[in-house]
C-alpha cells in the first residue's frame, strides 16, 4: 500500500505534471547501447523492417467469441492492420506456432484497405512464397512471402487475405486485435467488394507481421501500379517494441479506431518529426513468470520471438506484471487460477532476466512502473505492496537503460492508488483512449 507520505508526494508531483502541461517523462540511466548489425531473413540484399506485429498464442474462447479453436476449411480470411514504416515492398510473415499439422496457404493476397473488409481497386497483389502461390508452414513454424510492390506510408491500413482451402485445425491467432477480421466461404482472395465476407471476429489468424522494405514510397495512393522497384538499402535498428500484456495490447481501446498506446506513440513520433515503426507485442493476460493456456507463454519465454528477433528493431519498452501479482486477489474469474503468489521480489527478477536477454542482443532497453491498480479486480494488500516495491526498483536500481512512469502519468492527483478517472476506462485497472494517449506522451522520445 501506499504510505500517507509516499501519497502526498505523488499527488503533488503529478499536480505539478499536470499543471505544467505535461505528463511523467522518460529518465535516460545511460548512453544507449550500441544495435546488433542488422540481419535479414531473405536475401542479403534485403533489409526488412517490421512495420506490423502481432504476438502468436494457443487457440482458445479467451474474451470474445473467434474461430481459433474450429478453425478453418475451404474459407477466406481478410484481416486489417496498420503499419508505422515507409516502404516501396511488402512481405507478410505468417505463424503456425501452436499449430499440430502443416498450415496449408492455398493463396493470400496483400492491398490497400478501403473500409472494412472491401480493400482499393488496382492495389490487390497475389503474394507468393519463394515463387510459388501455395505454401505449407510447418507445425510449429513460420514462414514469410516474398515481397510484393506496394508502396506504403506510416499509419497506412493494409488488409492482408488468406484462402485456407484445407481443414486447418485449431489455429494460432491473436485473441485480442481490437479491428475486426473477415471471413467467407471458398476463394475470395481477390475480391476488392466486401459482399462475400459476411462474417467477422476480434482477433487475428496465423498473421504475426508486415514487413516493409524499400526507400522512397510513392505519395500516398498516387498510384497502385506496384511498377516501379526502388534499390533495397541497410535500414538502421530505430524500430520500438512495446512488450506487455492487455494493457500494452490496447483492452478497452475503441475497436476499429487503432487507439491504443502503440498507435498513439506512433502518431506523436511522426508529429515531432521522430517518425519509428513501432510494433505492438502484447497479450491480453499474459505473465512474467508463469505460462498460461489462455494468456500466451510467459514473458521470459516468448521475449525474443516477439520482440527482440523482429527486423529492425533496437529498443524495447516493457511493461508488465500486473496481472503476476493481481491474479490472486480476483475469484470472479477461473482462468487467473490457480495463481502463483508472486512477490515484488520475484517480479523484479523477472524483468531482470529480460534486460539480460534484450542486450544479448544489444538492444535497449526501457523499463516501465505498473499503472495504479486500486478499486481494480487486482488490487489488495499483496499486490500493492508487491507493486509498490517494484516500482521503486523501476525508478531507483538503473537496471534499464531508460524508464517512464507509468504509475505517476496516470495517477488520480487526489488519490494516486487510483486511475485519473478521466483516463480510466471504468474497470480501473486499464486505460480508456486518453488514457492510452497519456501513456504516449510519458514516454520521452529522446530516451527510445
Not at 487475428?204 to 526502388?230: I, M, N, Q, R
Not at 516477439?306 to 508488465?320: E, N, Q
Amino acid at each position: 500500500m501506499l504510505t500517507g507520505t509516499r501519497k502526498t508526494v505523488l499527488a503533488s508531483a503529478v499536480a505539478l505534471a499536470l499543471s505544467a502541461g505535461t505528463t511523467a517523462v522518460t529518465v535516460n540511466h545511460s548512453t544507449p547501447r550500441t544495435p546488433a548489425a542488422t540481419t535479414s531473413t531473405a536475401s542479403s540484399a534485403t533489409a526488412w523492417t517490421a512495420g506490423w506485429a502481432a504476438s502468436p498464442q494457443r487457440a482458445s474462447v479467451s474474451f470474445k467469441p473467434n474461430w481459433s479453436e474450429a478453425g478453418f476449411d475451404n474459407h477466406t480470411v481478410r484481416q486489417v492492420v496498420r503499419v508505422s514504416a515507409d516502404g516501396t515492398q511488402a512481405r507478410i510473415r505468417l505463424s503456425n506456432a501452436y499449430g499440430t499439422s502443416p498450415l496449408l496457404i492455398e493463396r493470400a493476397t496483400v492491398a490497400r484497405t478501403a473500409k472494412g473488409a472491401s480493400v482499393r481497386p488496382g492495389s490487390v497483389r497475389e503474394l507468393t512464397f519463394s515463387g510459388s502461390r501455395s505454401a505449407s508452414v510447418p507445425a510449429g513454424g513460420q514462414l514469410s512471402s516474398d515481397r510484393a510492390a506496394l508502396g506504403l506510408r506510416a499509419n497506412d491500413q493494409v488488409t492482408v487475405t488468406l484462402h485456407l482451402k484445407a481443414t486447418t485445425g485449431p489455429a494460432t491467432f491473436h485473441a485480442q486485435s481490437f479491428t475486426d477480421s473477415y471471413r467467407a466461404k471458398g476463394d475470395h482472395t481477390t475480391d476488392t467488394a466486401a459482399s462475400a465476407f459476411t462474417e467477422k471476429t476480434e482477433s487475428w489468424y496465423y498473421l504475426s507481421g508486415v514487413d516493409v522494405t524499400g526507400s522512397k514510397p510513392p505519395a500516398p495512393h498516387s498510384s497502385e501500379s506496384g511498377a516501379g522497384h526502388s534499390h533495397d538499402h541497410p535500414r538502421d535498428r530505430s524500430g520500438i517494441v512495446l512488450f506487455g500484456d492487455s494493457i500494452t495490447d490496447g483492452f478497452a481501446s475503441t475497436p476499429n479506431a487503432d487507439r491504443r498506446y502503440s498507435d498513439a506513440l506512433a502518431a506523436r513520433l511522426k508529429s515531432l518529426g521522430k517518425q519509428r515503426p513501432v510494433l505492438n507485442s502484447g497479450i491480453g493476460g499474459n505473465l512474467i513468470l508463469n505460462d498460461s493456456a489462455w494468456y500466451g507463454e510467459r514473458a521470459t519465454t516468448r521475449f525474443s520471438r516477439d520482440a527482440l528477433d523482429l527486423p529492425g528493431v533496437g529498443t524495447v519498452v516493457v511493461l508488465g506484471g500486473l496481472n503476476d501479482i493481481g491474479y490472486r486477489e480476483t475469484t470472479t474469474q477461473p482462468t487467473y487460477h490457480p495463481a502463483a503468489d508472486i512477490t515484488g521480489r520475484q517480479l523484479i527478477n523477472g524483468h531482470q532476466e529480460l534486460i539480460r536477454q534484450a542486450h544479448a542482443k544489444g538492444l535497449r532497453v526501457v523499463g516501465a512502473t505498473l499503472l495504479p491498480l486500486g478499486g481494480s479486480d487486482h488490487y489488495g494488500k499483496h499486490s500493492a505492496a508487491a507493486s509498490d516495491e517494484f516500482n521503486n526498483w523501476v525508478r531507483t536500481s538503473g537496471a534499464f537503460d531508460a524508464y517512464v512512469d507509468f504509475d505517476k502519468a496516470l495517477a488520480d492527483p487526489a488519490d494516486p492508488e487510483h486511475i485519473r478517472p478521466s483516463f480510466d476506462s471504468g474497470d480501473h485497472l486499464h486505460p480508456n483512449d486518453a488514457g492510452y494517449r497519456a501513456m504516449a506522451a510519458a514516454l520521452n522520445p529522446n530516451a527510445l
